[in-house]
């Protein structure tokens, strides 16, 4: 059974860092393109970004791209997402999905809220 | 930046009945290898997203045949038929056709 579990999450103040993970089980982690999707309080759906297989190529949302990293380790079966400099605007939840022709699992969710 | 437009449902939607969501793109989602990047997401509440359909028309595994896509390269429609109480939730359309990949709004769909 595919599962994805995100953790890392909770209150942070705004300008602090935060990474988050996501430990996949249940298929060949390494086969797959990862992404990051966060939706906010309001139910707005945002793409973060997403990462090769192999962890060579990134892409990113341009409005994040200075201030989120995506990587990861596949002798873990982990996804990271490194979160910098943190605004009251990052509050969400944070999804990890797997990418096969579309995010065809997604994690359970991880919620992340920004204030001081 | 492909901006993806939602419809409204005129809810609740009686079971039984069918329903067709719409969502439209600022661009083509065609490629160049004839596919309609186009996928659909079902949020139900309290739960993560679930993948419908992709490449516009074709079902996810395990996704029920009430479920169909259809469009053409800027406007699409899901339709669910014979609605039901578990169809109930937010749709999703979202475009894979080029970076950044972007949503649209949701369109809730609530069954009486």
């Known amino acids: 059974e595919v599962q994805l579990v995100e953790s890392g999450g909770g209150l942070v103040q705004p300008g602090a860092s935060l990474k988050l993970s996501c430990v996949a089980s249940?298929?060949?982690?390494?086969?797959?393109?990862m992404s990051w999707v966060r939706q906010t309080p309001g139910k707005t759906m945002e793409w973060i970004g997403d990462?090769?297989?192999?962890?060579?190529?990134?892409n990113y949302a341009p409005s994040l791209k200075n201030r989120f990293t995506i990587s990861r380790d596949n002798a873990k079966s982990t996804l990271y997402l490194q979160m910098s400099n943190v605004r009251s605007e990052d509050t969400a939840t944070y999804y990890c999905?797997?990418?096969?022709?579309?995010?065809?699992?997604w994690g359970q969710g991880v919620m992340v809220t920004v204030s001081s | 930046d492909i901006v993806m437009t939602q419809g409204v449902l005129p809810n609740p939607v009686p079971s039984g009945e069918s329903a067709s969501i719409t969502c439209r793109s600022s661009?083509?989602?065609?490629?160049?290898?004839?596919?309609?990047?186009l996928n659909w997401f079902l949020q139900r509440p309290g739960q993560s997203p679930q993948l419908l359909t992709y490449?516009?028309?074709t079902r996810a595994s395990g996704v029920s045949d009430r479920f169909s896509g259809s469009g053409s390269g800027t406007y699409f429609t899901l339709k669910i038929s014979r609605v039901r109480a578990e169809d109930a939730g937010v749709y999703y359309c979202?475009?894979?056709?080029?970076?950044?990949?972007?949503f649209g709004s949701g369109t809730k769909l609530e069954i009486k």
């Open positions: 661009k083509s989602l065609v490629y160049k290898d004839g596919k309609t990047y």
């Open positions: 979202q475009q894979v056709r080029e970076y950044p990949l972007t």
């Open positions: 999905t797997r990418d096969k022709v579309g995010a065809d699992y």
């Open positions: 249940g298929f060949t982690f390494s086969d797959y393109w």
């Open positions: 490449w516009m028309s």
């Open positions: 990462i090769k297989y192999d962890g060579s190529y990134t």
